[in-house]
């Protein structure tokens, strides 16, 4: 006799639990891990229940791959679990997320604001609104005063990192967002340095969070994927026709490989937060260095509101080669462990050179407002035995 269906994780379990569990579906085959439906299409039973799926499909009913798939629909749940969303849209990598967000809010005569420390593709996503017609103002993401000044009455929304990239600049959410909300503006976070493991976002008054789920989330550097979360009339009603439409929607083995990558994600980011807090101390004081920046360091201009907004430092250090860009090239070319490229959030230690790579496009005078000198290198730290990182960063400084 078949026993009664087991009911579903409950909802109010921590978040490490439900990273493993949320959001799960399972067919009538009842397999352990998630099933991963590599359909570009789905059948329909009659022409009517086409035409009714047509009109609107429920949570468990699909009609393309461009538009959901049910392993798509775990990673979408699991994430807005997570995150305290009602619901969330993934897409094919983290810029569609960004793209996707930030072009189904506006429309042109539309005002955003943005912090001015962004990743150089965030820049172009913007330039792109402002080429439509939409109305950019860039502050110093640090100083409320900016935001104070550029947000008005009828600004559509304001962009910013809770965490910025490269320079580690941290966002005060909950001060932003209650300017924002005083002016009817939405507030849209990328919360990718931050992470799923420290994120407040929402509870400090975050609309929209978006995510490159390429980085902590897979935690291993096998599929790009992005994802949106907010309202569920938000992303059903606003990003939903945007994605499906314009073609940024994940692929459903990638939203099988980013549900696997959750099941480990407290524990990885933890483990490489604590290695970034030791790695971060011990290159304090080296000669060879002019500046070490990590949010998790008491000497960081936020680190009162790092500790308030996240808990901890995160998992990347900012570190400044004192001679500049042919310096930091030579301890690039020392490394043996930490690994040269220009992703970050992976199980191994990556080093980047944003001047030269993920921030080349910007003019010389933008880099040096944001900090980012010939020298400066960018650390995202791994899994690695914070000792064997720490002498191996030694010694490559050393040369």
Known sequence: MAGKP????????????????????RSQYGEMSEAIFMTQGFVYDSAEQAEARFLESGPDEFIYARYGNPTSRMFED??????????AFATASGMAAVNGALFSICAPGDHVVAARALFGSCIYVLDLLAKFGVEVTYVDGTDLDQWAGAIRQGTKAVFFESVSNPG????????????????????????VFATPVFSRAVELGADVVVYSATKHIDGGGRALAGV?????????????????????????????????GLTTMDLRVRAQADTADKVARAMQGNPHLSRVV???????????LVMRQMGAGGTMIALEVAGGKDDAFAVLNRLRIVKISNNLGDAK???????????????DEAKAT????????????????PRDLIADLTQALAG
Request: glycine content about 8%.
């Open 6 to 25: 087991k009911t579903p994780c409950p909802d109010d379990v921590h978040p490490r639990t439900a990273a493993v569990h949320h959001g799960t579906r």
């Open 370 to 385: 944001l900090g980012i000198s010939p020298g400066l290198l960018r650390l995202s730290i791994g899994l690695e035995d």
């Open 168 to 191: 580690l600049e941290v966002t005060d959410i909950k001060a932003v967002a209650e300017l924002a909300h005083a002016a009817g503006a939405m507030v849209v976070v990328d919360n």
């Open 294 to 304: 990590y949010p998790g360091l008491a000497d960081h201009p936020q680190h009162e």
């Open 78 to 87: 699991r994430m807005s679990s997570l995150e305290g969303t009602e619901d």
């Open 228 to 260: 949106i979360c907010g309202t569920r009339d938000f992303i059903r009603k606003t990003v939903e026709p945007y994605v499906k439409h314009t073609g940024g929607a994940i692929s459903p083995f990638h939203s099988w490989i980013m549900l696997n």
């Open 349 to 363: 230690s990556i080093v980047t050179h944003p001047a030269t790579t993920t921030h080349q496009r910007l003019s």
